[in-house]
C-alpha cells in the first residue's frame, strides 16, 4: 500500500455575465473570425463590479465539498492559486477560509500565474504524502478581466474570469490505486518582458495591466509543455499512448494541437474548453478537469495528464489516476 494525494471531488464557478466575441470588437478592432481562428476562443465569462476572486473562488470550493461529500470541518490547508487576487494582502485563501466558515488550518496563495494549479497539485502531493495534510481544498481562481487593458486587441480578447476547485485526500491505496503518480514543475525567470503584468505594490504602486508578444510565447509555450509531460510520465514509467486524459491549460486551441501533433496524442483525448471559458489562467486547469468528470468523460480508474504553462515563464504537469 501506498499513501497517495487522491482526487476526492472537483467544482467550479463562472459568473453570469459573458462577453461573445461580437462583444469584444466593441472595445478593440478585432472580429470573430480573427479571435476563432486564431485561438478557438468564442466567448468569455467576465465576473460582476463586486464580485471578486474569493467568490468565484468560494462558489468553486462549495462545489467541490459537495462533491467529494466533505465537510468543511475536515480541510486541514485551503490554497487559492491566483494572480488577481482580491487585495495585496490578505491572501485570498484566508477569505475563502472566512466564507466557508472555516476557522482551523491554514490558507495561503499561490502564484505562478497560468501554472499555479499545477504548482498547487504538486505542493498538496508533497504535503499530503509527507503526512503534514490530510484534506486539502486547492482552488483555481481569477478575475483575470480586471488586469487587461482594453484597448490593446493582442491581449484583451484572450482571457476570461472563473473558478476550479478540487479537494484532495489522504489515501493508502494499491500500487495500482487512484491518486497522483507524478509531477514536474519549472520556470525560468529570464523571459518576464515577453509576458508579464507592468504594476505591483513594490514597482509601480499600482495593479497594472497584462502585457504580452503572443507569437514568442506560442513557440515556447509548446516544446515545454510537450518536455514537461514527458519527463512527469518518465517518472513513473508510463508511455504517453497509456494515458486516457489530457487536460491542458486553455490558453489556445491552437497550442493544444500543438502539442497533441508533437506528442502523437488522440486529439479526442485532449480535453477543451477555450472555446467557452477562454484562457482563465489559474482556473484553466481545474475548469477543465471539472467539465470533463462531470460530463461523464473522465471516471474513475482513467489516467489524466493535467499541464499548463504560463507567466515567468512556469511551467509543468502533473499525472494522476482518478
Ligand atoms: O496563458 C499564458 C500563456 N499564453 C499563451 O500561451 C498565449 C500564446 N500566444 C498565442 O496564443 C498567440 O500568439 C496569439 C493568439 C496571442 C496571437 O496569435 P498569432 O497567430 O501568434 O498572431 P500574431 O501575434 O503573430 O499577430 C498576427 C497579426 C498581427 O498583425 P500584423 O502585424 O500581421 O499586421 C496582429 O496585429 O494579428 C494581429 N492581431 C489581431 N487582429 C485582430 C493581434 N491581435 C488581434 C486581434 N484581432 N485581437
Not at 102 to 131: E, P, W
Not at 133 to 140: C, D, S
Request: charged share 20%.
Amino acid at each position: 500500500m501506498v499513501l497517495r494525494a487522491i482526487l476526492a471531488g472537483t467544482g467550479q464557478y463562472l459568473p453570469e455575465k459573458i462577453l461573445s466575441n461580437a462583444d469584444m470588437s466593441q472595445f478593440v478592432e478585432t472580429s470573430d473570425e480573427w479571435i476563432v481562428a486564431r485561438t478557438g476562443i468564442t466567448q468569455r465569462h467576465q465576473a460582476a463590479e463586486g464580485e471578486f476572486t474569493s467568490d468565484l473562488a468560494t462558489a468553486a470550493a462549495r462545489n467541490a465539498l459537495k462533491d467529494a461529500d466533505v465537510n468543511i470541518e475536515d480541510i486541514d490547508l485551503i490554497i487559492v492559486a491566483t494572480t488577481t487576487p482580491d487585495y495585496t494582502f490578505p491572501a485570498t485563501a484566508t477569505i475563502v477560509q472566512k466564507n466557508l466558515g472555516m476557522t482551523h488550518g491554514a490558507a495561503f496563495d499561490l502564484q505562478a500565474v497560468c501554472s499555479g494549479f499545477i504548482y498547487g497539485v504538486n505542493v498538496v502531493d508533497a504535503m499530503i504524502r509527507a503526512g503534514a495534510a490530510r484534506n486539502v481544498l486547492l482552488v483555481g481562481a481569477e478575475t483575470f478581466t480586471r488586469i487587461l487593458d482594453f484597448t490593446d486587441r493582442t491581449t484583451c480578447v484572450l482571457f476570461g474570469d472563473g473558478a476550479g476547485a478540487v479537494v484532495m485526500s489522504a489515501k493508502e491505496v494499491d500500487e495500482d490505486g487512484p491518486g497522483v503518480l507524478a509531477s514536474f514543475i519549472r520556470s525560468d525567470g529570464r523571459h518576464k518582458d515577453l509576458l508579464h503584468v507592468d504594476g505591483g505594490p513594490s514597482s509601480t504602486g499600482t495593479v497594472g495591466h497584462v502585457r504580452m508578444i503572443g507569437n514568442q510565447v506560442f513557440k515556447r509555450a509548446v516544446n515545454d509543455i510537450a518536455d514537461a509531460m514527458t519527463q512527469c510520465a518518465a517518472k513513473v514509467d508510463m508511455p504517453i499512448e497509456d494515458i486516457d486524459w489530457f487536460v491542458p491549460h486553455q490558453a489556445n486551441q491552437r497550442i493544444l494541437n500543438g502539442v497533441a501533433k508533437k506528442l502523437a496524442i488522440n486529439p479526442d483525448s485532449v480535453i477543451s474548453t477555450v472555446a467557452r471559458h477562454a484562457n482563465t489562467s489559474a482556473a484553466s486547469v481545474p475548469l477543465a478537469l471539472h467539465t470533463a468528470i462531470a460530463d461523464g468523460r473522465i471516471k474513475r480508474g482513467d489516467t489524466v495528464m493535467l499541464e499548463a504553462f504560463g507567466g515567468g515563464f512556469t511551467w509543468g504537469a502533473a499525472l494522476l489516476r482518478y
